[in-house]
């Protein structure tokens, strides 16, 4: 008696526990096995008003259910129950407070509404815990659970309930939304919730409206036969702000020629004013504004007359876009983002108007954008044309380093075929990028973005080395032996980028970037998305590496001037140094300074044609330095390193003479 008396305590406590752990869910559901006789059966009711709890009984022929629990519903009735075969049947109850929905579920085929539905309740009696049960050996409820969770397996006469009264609307935000870390989030999978809840209840008027304390705000009408169209707007409510609130217009001919499931199906209009609630990293809703709309039975596309969201809001800034969106996503992967397809904007200074052929979820995405570009065409074709020269002449270079290896092997060399490789990467990338981005496959254009980056950010890093290079050779004279010099090296180029890299991708900072240009057409490509990553990542360290570049062509170009000074003639010395300036302000990428300067057209064209044709220049520096078979080099060759080892020497007799 004490270990029966025992186990009952124990399995009361453990419900208890689990119903108050966080877990409970707000639709209470009660299953079990109901032991009967072969005689008539039927359902007693005695369901009133109030919150004191449900009870659930069974007889050898009666099914009991009753309780004080509703809000607006009384029913006392007697059912009739289905003729099963057998002596054991399964139900379940189902009680909804939200809706005041009380239903029963017989023989898994019989589906009996005892209470409601009726509108939504911002208090209603819920949080349903076990208070008593009690066994029985012939009749009685088998395998009595709650929300699938056995409370008890044994045959029980009764099962009691204790309700207790609390804010619905504040479970149904519980039940559709997620909150981690201060973050709020939509359930996945409970999108469509609040729809299949509103749907099923029932109004008095023509458009009855809901607020949600959670940010939600519902209207819900009737789609008439002699419906004309209806303009829905969202009420002020908890959320009054600054803007007029969004509306949508529901157009006559929604339906179009569609035969109606139903005579009046409802039409749900959400409006939602939380801009976590639907979570894309990489996207900002203008207002925090959501809306959506959905119709009763029926799916909704390809509308002839489109359906108009309207979204009211301050100025903007000139460099943000706006642009209609839908939530959309990829269920099998789990996916979910905002797409534009179906949708037309038109804007003006402070509302945004959308235009769709569908009905889903609505917003307006806003864009931090450049400026548009001038003659956007012309400038992808000459670039187009430059990457293309550079890149076969990067590989013709490479080439003829490879031939010549061994004439060639020195350290400069070396250096060269490096930023060479970088180059030709970069050319590489940026023709794939521009001829693949149209894809519009995410990972492909993830792996676009990526190559191309990189191989940009190889391009600066060897550029510096460059610059180093040659400043190792004028100015450090004594102890210019490094170990694994060349290793070194290729660590710093090669993977101090894919480091960068691979971090930002980590952040998901790459995707589809779209480039307008002055007449409204767009150029799409695989790079960057966030701004700020391009202005520490590009920006930043292209100003580092152009003001190392620089003053290495400074110095360098001083050094060369003071040695020449006394040695050749006024006109050789001046074509010497101009020629050198040329090729080292190709070497050390200052000519990407340009791009400081593209706020002028005349500085677009010129960044695009220096930078586009920088492994053309890179060649043809080579055929002039390179040496030539039989001799010791080309005269421009002998001139460019004799000045290196002239200035080298003075470096070193002014060392010298300093010591003694």
């Known amino acids: 008696m004490c270990s029966v008396t025992l186990g009952r305590i124990c399995t009361f406590l453990l419900f208890a526990c689990f119903l108050n752990d966080g877990r409970c869910e707000r ?10 006789s072969n005689e008539t059966q039927k359902l007693q009711l005695n369901v009133t008003l109030g919150c004191h709890g449900l ?18 519903c009384v029913n006392t009735s007697s059912i009739s129950l289905p003729q099963v075969s057998g002596l054991e049947t399964p139900f379940c109850v189902y009680w909804d407070g939200f809706l005041d929905l009380l239903r029963l579920e017989y023989n898994t085929t019989r589906n009996f509404t005892l209470c409601g539905p009726s509108t939504p309740q911002t208090t209603c009696c819920t949080d349903l815990s076990l208070k008593n049960n009690s066994g029985s050996k012939d009749v ?71 607020e949600l304390p959670c940010g939600i705000q519902a209207a819900v009408f009737k789609l008439g036969p002699d419906f004309k169209g209806n303009t829905v707007v969202r009420r002020e409510g908890r959320f009054p702000g600054i803007n007029k609130p969004p509306s949508v217009y ?15 199906p409802k039409v749900v209009c959400l409006f939602y004013n939380n801009n976590s ?48 969106v839908f939530w959309d996503g990829l269920p099998h992967e789990g996916k979910m983002f905002w797409n534009e397809s179906g949708c037309k904007t038109l804007k003006s200074d402070t509302q945004t108007a959308c235009h769709c052929d569908h009905l889903t979820y609505f917003a307006v995405l806003l864009q931090i954008s450049n400026k548009p570009v001038h003659n956007l065409e012309a400038q992808t074709n000459i670039t187009y044309i430059g990457c293309g020269i550079s890149a076969l002449c990067c590989i013709l270079t490479i080439g003829l380093f490879l031939c010549q290896r061994k004439s060639t092997s020195n350290k400069s060399s070396l250096i060269h075929m490096n930023l060479a490789v970088a180059l030709l990467l970069l050319n590489v990338s940026f023709l794939l990028n521009m001829t693949l981005a149209s894809l519009c496959n995410e990972g492909v254009c993830l792996l676009l973005a990526l190559m191309l980056h990189y191989s940009l950010l190889c391009s600066f890093t060897w550029m510096a080395i460059e610059a180093y290079n040659v400043y190792r050779l004028l100015c450090k004279v004594l102890c210019t032996y490094t170990s694994q010099y060349m290793l070194k090296l290729c660590l710093v180029g090669f993977v101090l980028p ?14 589809l970037y779209r480039i307008t240009s002055s007449t409204g057409t767009e150029t799409t490509m695989c790079w960057i998305l966030h701004p700020l990553v391009h202005y520490i990542a590009n920006v930043g360290y292209f100003v580092v590496i152009f003001l190392f570049g620089t003053s290495m062509l400074v110095v360098t170009v001083v050094r060369i001037r003071h040695t020449e000074k006394h040695k050749c003639t006024p006109e050789r010395s001046s074509w010497k140094l101009v020629s050198s300036v040329l090729m080292l302000t190709c070497l050390f990428g200052t000519t990407w300074g340009l791009n400081f300067f593209s706020f002028t057209f005349t500085g677009q064209l010129l960044s695009t044609i220096l930078n586009s044709l920088q492994g053309f220049c890179l060649c043809v520096r080579y055929f002039l330095m390179r040496p030539k078979q039989g001799t010791t080099g080309s005269r421009l060759s002998k001139l460019w390193l004799g000045s290196l080892r002239n200035t080298s020497s003075s470096n070193a ?8």
Do not use: W
């Open 277 to 324: 609630l639907f979570q894309d990293k990489n996207s900002v809703i203008l207002n925090g504004d959501v809306v959506g709309v959905t119709v009763e039975n029926e799916v909704i596309a390809d509308l002839v007359e489109p359906v108009v969201f309207t979204f009211f809001h301050k100025k903007q800034p000139e460099n943000m876009t706006r642009t209609c």
């Open 140 to 210: 009685g409820i088998l395998k009595g659970s709650v929300r699938g969770d056995i409370i008890e397996k044994n045959a029980q006469e009764f099962y009691i309930f204790r309700g207790e009264s609390d804010r619905c609307d504040v479970a149904v935000c519980k039940d559709l939304l997620n909150t981690s870390n201060g973050q709020t989030a939509m359930k996945s999978g409970r999108e469509d919730e609040l729809e299949r809840l509103l749907m099923q209840s029932k109004f008095t008027r023509d458009m009855q409206d809901f």
């Open 250 to 264: 529901i157009p006559p001919t929604l339906l179009g020629n569609k035969t109606r499931a139903r005579k009046t």
């Open 498 to 511: 894919a480091a960068f890299v691979c971090g930002f991708a980590s952040r998901g900072a790459y995707g």
């Open 653 to 660: 007799a002014e060392s010298k003479s300093r010591n003694s």
């Open 27 to 36: 639709v209470f559901r009660f299953c079990g096995v109901r032991k009967h």
């Open 55 to 72: 009870s659930i009984s069974n007889t050898a022929d009666t099914l009991f259910i009753g309780g004080e629990l509703t809000i607006s």
